[in-house]
């Protein structure tokens, strides 16, 4: 796709217009979302091409760790919510039913990735880029990250298999806090809710970070996939269909009167 | 069931003999135990009359959350062993098993319960009051709330599926504290276990849950009702054989000889 | 087997030579390692003398629970990398089956130990003696206590159902800090991972955990080991089959390049 630079480029983007900027070094293939202006919001191009990448990532012998992080102040603010204003002329079931499938294959790509998978937050995370975070095996923040699934504010449900993960990783009565109740999360509460492997002060976090995908990259990388596999791979059957059906449920509720009144309101607020 | 209010009702009592008060207001169902002479410990009656009142609310449209509190000192001191005090004529076999099937019923009403059940526990909670708070979305808890599960003084077993959820929701050697060792939690242990959602103090806690309720209540409710599917579905087959295998295990433990020995130096202790 | 003393004797070792000794008194089994100059390690004998004791608790009917500690400063140092030094004339491949044969009966003695099994871990805890505290029901600990598991430094993968048990104990973020980069754990943090259930300051730790173990003991026993039995039996064929295989994967590991690199690596350190 012509908004992803090939890995083995350098780390500066090919392209001005590029709204992913991607590098290769050491074994580490990194994933840096680039579109600062609109908070580093997913266009649908976007999510093809996360998908795309991690899947790259997979198969690339040279790839031993695979990094997500992003440019600027945000990590992301999710999935861009222009991606509904335009219905296409086949209607909204057309562009429900598409959206669904794009948001599958995206979170599909996660839960199949073979190797180590770290996300580096260093700002605010909104909806599925919050959501995804317990398909990663580590998770380090800046302590300026913050954490927020508003699907209440915008009557859609939980994706990115955190109905599932969410309810395991930090148990129900507080998963239901964040999923039903948009409770926003500090990096530090984050953390204590295991949702974050840990959190450091803003201005060195990325060397600190870096210290552990070095570690993590320079390790024996036979012991260290097998290592994964075996910690994984029994949860991938229920995370696939999991995710399916995530992805049904919100295909639904994005064709129901309350899903389109709550994105009314949005548009109009932001007038 | 003469006891208990219809829903839609004042909050007040029709009755002074009520052992529970229910009420609804602006799409919330509220159930409180009301029997505070005696610890609101739960008679055989009040297992059946909470039963049918959740299965209520479940089934009424204009009900979009439920919550389960108490009058009085305590939320509930659990079971009241006078249940065990009369041996009807057919013999402790008889007794044992109709206890197991209203427990199995009403602890079933809390796993299926189809929107956001939340706890609003204002004082100790003992036994089954404590063990079902895993099959609750949310649980607010006064400060002055402690959680106790006296098992091994009663020569009891598990229920209300904890010995399935609360090693998911804290981890095993903690679950097992509580449940081989009854660890007595005070309610910021039970919410640094994730037992409990939030504690507030007391003097304010009614005011706080409140604002939660009343939030989830103004939510979106086909979105709230579908996150609550997706996160606890996956969930219900397993709960309902933990709950039929825990109240088999209990059956058989209320006709041993060591539960009969517990009794009596429970009884002999009060008199 | 010649180094274990029978159940009953003495908490005095029998024989100078004892790398391991047993007592049993007022109901409770104790397992103490006691191989202090060489940290505790684990020999191949050792496995085997802990599984026959194990089992032997466990169908012993006087015995109501189970403990596992050490004497001298080390709870245990893990697997003795000694096991590898001496390649049979067999080969590589038949001293890795042996070797993964005897980590799974090992393992599986703990999985299926019907009665409450306690660790009191004295001070510092590696590798296979930290990676099977997720199948003890209550784990004590020193303050001198510290958990490590250094897979990734001598090219090996999880066992003693860690792959499983730990991201269902502490989170996936927490778990693969612990299992991927080899993060050693003080005792203050393993409890707040849920991996330890309480910490005591060292001088008075036995004192404390033996409290807790004499309670156990004293419990109702038909009720105590009922209430293991349903906390735990729902998990047993899962890890079975996930000891299973986190033993296959250790043996093809045993029989990589990067293994023996990291074996060599590790005795050259040591000369």
Known sequence: PGAVNSPGAAASPSNENDDLVMATKDGVF???????????????????????AIERAGSDDSTRVCTVTANGDYYSSGNDLNNFAQIPPEGVQKMAEEGGEILRTFVD??????????????????????TTLGLFDLVYASDKAVFHTPFAETAQTPEGCSSFLFPRIMGLSK???????????????????????AVFPHDRFREEADKHVQKLAASPPKATQASKRIIRNNMIPALLEVNRRECEVLVEQWMSDEFVQAMMKFFQRKK
């Not at 790509?109 to 919050?130: C, D, E, H, T």
């Not at 239901?176 to 492997?197: I, Y």
Request: hydrophobic content about 50%.
């Open 109 to 130: 790509s996660f839960i199949k990735f073979p190797k180590p998978l770290v996300a580096i937050v260093n700002g605010p995370a909104l909806g599925i880029m919050v």
């Open 30 to 52: 990194s994933i840096a979302i680039n579109r600062p202006t609109k908070l580093n919001a997913l266009t649908l191009q976007m999510y093809r091409d996360i998908t795309a």
């Open 175 to 197: 998963a239901n806090e964040v999923l039903l109740l948009s409770r926003k999360l500090t990096a530090t509460e984050a953390m204590e809710r295991n949702l974050v492997t």
